[in-house]
């Protein structure tokens, strides 16, 4: 059974620094391009950040150049380093996977984790 496993989220002050980790179990992930998207009450949900299985990085345009995606193929892990929160960070973080080559849309991911609130106050 494929099992995503977030962890790291939690409560920050505004400009603040998080962690996130999602830990792969399972099957091996290292041929697969994992994501974060993130989802906040009353709204859609939305990329955060993609890495491909050859370390390819996307990023939303919302977190660009305040979040970085990082994988250990070893250790089935990717990551999110979350830097100079906001309080419109705010939301669920959800981990996911594809062997689709499309890694901005959700709906073309296969595997999701259960999701990490993320809070941020201002």
């Known amino acids: 059974q494929v099992q995503l496993v977030e962890s790291g989220g939690g409560l920050v002050q505004a400009g603040g620094s998080l962690r996130l980790s999602c830990a792969a179990s399972?099957?091996?992930?290292?041929?697969?391009?994992m994501a974060w998207f993130r989802q906040a009450p009353g709204k859609e949900r939305e990329f955060v950040a993609a890495i491909s299985w050859s370390v390819r990085t996307y990023y939303g345009d919302s977190v660009k150049g305040r979040f970085t995606i990082s994988r250990d193929n070893a250790k089935n892990t990717v990551y999110l380093q979350m830097n100079s929160l906001k309080s419109e960070d705010t939301a669920v973080y959800y981990c996911a996977a594809t062997n689709s080559p499309i890694v901005t849309m959700y709906l073309k991911y296969d595997y999701w984790g259960q999701g990490i609130q993320v809070t941020v106050s201002s």
């Open positions: 399972g099957r091996t992930f290292s041929s697969a391009a």
